[in-house]
């Protein structure tokens, strides 16, 4: 039906019968609708935040250099693809970077040796660094 932190009409049924009783809705009452706001300024406020502090990350991440081992044989073709999990747990621990989940954008896990570039996306945010990933 809506957003958090917004307003809508709905039927005296539907509210009385599902919405409130789930705790998914509350009355549209002065308070509520006063608290309502400030909680959707306090969201925007923390959005702009997180996306400053995600552009920050991302300009540092360009910066570091991360290498990730990994078993592989002879012809450079690893034994376990390096996924998203993989790469958030390296830049936290190499370039000290905390980067929320989902930002990264791989097409599919990395399955051989070499350099690559790991696109990074979130909302208007767009980015791009390298990792190295070598045999053990």
């Known amino acids: 039906m809506g957003r ?6 709905v039927s005296d049924g539907y509210a009385l019968n599902y919405l409130i009783p789930k705790k998914l809705a509350i009355a549209a009452t002065a308070v509520a609708k006063q608290e ?3 909680r959707r300024k306090q969201a925007v406020d923390s959005k ?10 991302i300009a540092a991440l ?9 078993k592989a ?13 993989e790469i958030m747990k390296a830049a936290k621990e190499q370039a000290h970077i ?3 989940s989902g930002v990264i954008k791989l ?5 051989e040796l070499g350099t690559f570039d790991i696109p990074v996306a979130s909302a208007e945010t767009f980015g791009k660094f390298s990792i190295t990933i070598e045999a053990e």
Do not use: S
């Open 48 to 57: 702009e935040v997180d996306a400053a502090l995600l552009t920050q990350n």
């Open 62 to 70: 360009a910066d570091a250099h991360i290498v990730i081992t990994a």
């Open 98 to 100: 905390d980067l929320p």
């Open 107 to 111: 097409e599919k896990p990395i399955k």
């Open 4 to 9: 958090a932190h917004t307003e809508v009409e």
């Open 36 to 38: 309502a706001e400030t």
């Open 73 to 85: 044989n002879e012809k450079g073709h690893l034994y376990d693809a390096v996924g998203e999990p």
